[in-house]
């Protein structure tokens, strides 16, 4: 039944070698290991271990696994594969999506919606009649993701026409420590189900939580806040398998590793082209006006590729790409220097005033959010 749906999924949903075989690795895991509200992880880790030696500690209260995908290679579609494995074979009907930030959120939001050319679960025939319900920070207080139980065993629900639900959050609605502001909405008693969305999302028998941007969830408060869902399995996706700060730690429990060179190898990811100057001797200049000629140099280039992009577009057709530059810094302090300079009068009279987005780490709240839309618009 698991391998025929597994090739069902991968048919229908054209996925990349990479996604499938990682949507193969969670087929595998869950024929060892049995799915529970109360499991034993340790238990379900001593059964793995020797299979997936890579998985040296789930790192939560529950089974977690770390797929470490390349950036490019499509893991919000394999989200779409695992909801759809998952239900396919009875193992849950209830989800949580996880977004690191408002701009993710939304977009993932749009990923899951059938009207996307995007759509996620675009293929699955059991979801083109009956398609997943989409609960979203910005409309559970209505009820709209809870069912409601009944006499002998029964269901109901409040809106009922979903099997499957699928919730997506900002990881902001649920690890905020209470201030004093007080308890995090999300965390707050709703008269009409009798205790907070969380806790009842906390008392599902199937929830299974899907984290995008793993690597930005291992703070302490955000780790609590998960932790405190007490879904039966934990699926996360990254690129980057390792914390945030000053000293990163690897992640102990990835079990499929997928790196940017594979990715380019494979032909998912395009390679760069090194680009050099004929007879030129960098040495010849002090750093800073390196530093201009390369920036020069790249503007140049891309208005190489721009006419050269307009007039593949005009000649057969295809959708009209624009490129863009991107400029890496040593670090968040010249990362603002060089975006100063670029949008000043000294480089090209000002022409990218107001056309750098600055994207870093030391960026927080609102100013984040905007770089980071910026940077995907």
Do not use: W
């Not at 409040?158 to 965390?187: C, L, Q, W």
């Not at 090209?348 to 927080?364: D, I, M, N, P, Q």
């Amino acid at each position: 039944m698991s391998d025929r749906t597994v090739r069902t999924i991968c048919q229908r949903l054209s996925l990349r070698k990479p996604q499938v075989d990682s949507l193969e690795i969670l087929a595998d895991f869950l024929s060892r290991v049995e799915l529970s509200k109360s499991g034993d992880s340790a238990a379900a880790l001593t059964a793995i271990r020797d299979f997936y030696p890579s998985v040296e500690d789930f790192e939560h209260e529950f089974p977690s696994l770390c797929f470490a995908l390349a950036t490019g290679v499509g893991k919000t579609r394999l989200m779409g594969a695992f909801i759809s494995y998952l239900y396919l074979t009875g193992k849950s009907r209830h989800f949580f999506v996880l977004a690191p930030n408002t701009t993710i959120y939304e977009k993932l939001i749009g990923d899951f919606s059938p009207e996307s050319p995007k759509y996620v679960f675009k293929g699955i025939a059991e979801f083109a009649s009956n398609p997943p319900l989409i609960i979203t920070g910005d409309n559970y207080l209505s009820g709209v993701g809870v069912r409601f139980e009944l006499a002998k065993g029964a269901q109901a629900k409040m809106f009922d026409y979903a099997d499957v639900h699928i919730n997506i959050f900002n990881v902001d609605k649920i690890n905020k420590e209470e201030s004093p502001r007080g308890t995090p909405r999300m965390k707050r008693l709703q008269e009409t189900i009798g205790e907070s969305y969380y806790e009842y999302l906390s008392k599902l028998d199937d929830l299974v939580l899907l984290m995008d941007e793993a690597h930005r969830y291992r703070a302490s408060a955000g780790a609590n806040a998960i932790d405190g869902l007490k879904p039966i399995l934990g699926l996360e996706l990254t690129a980057t398998p390792k914390t945030v700060g000053a000293r990163p730690v690897p992640f102990k429990n990835v079990i499929y590793n997928y790196t940017l060179g594979q990715a380019m190898a494979d032909g998912f990811v395009k390679e760069p082209a090194v680009a050099t100057r004929k007879d030129f001797n960098p040495k010849s200049v002090n750093e800073r006006e390196l530093e201009r000629i390369k920036l020069e140099d790249a503007v140049h280039y891309h208005d190489h590729v721009t006419v050269e992009l307009d007039r593949y577009h005009r000649t057969t057709g295809a959708p009209k790409v624009t490129p863009f530059i991107l400029v890496v810094a040593t670090d968040t302090t010249e990362a603002k220097r060089l975006r100063e300079f670029i949008e000043s009068d000294d480089f090209f009279k000002a022409r990218f005033k107001g056309k750098v987005a600055e994207v870093h780490s030391a960026l927080r709240g609102e100013e984040s959010e905007e770089a980071t839309e910026r940077l995907i618009d």
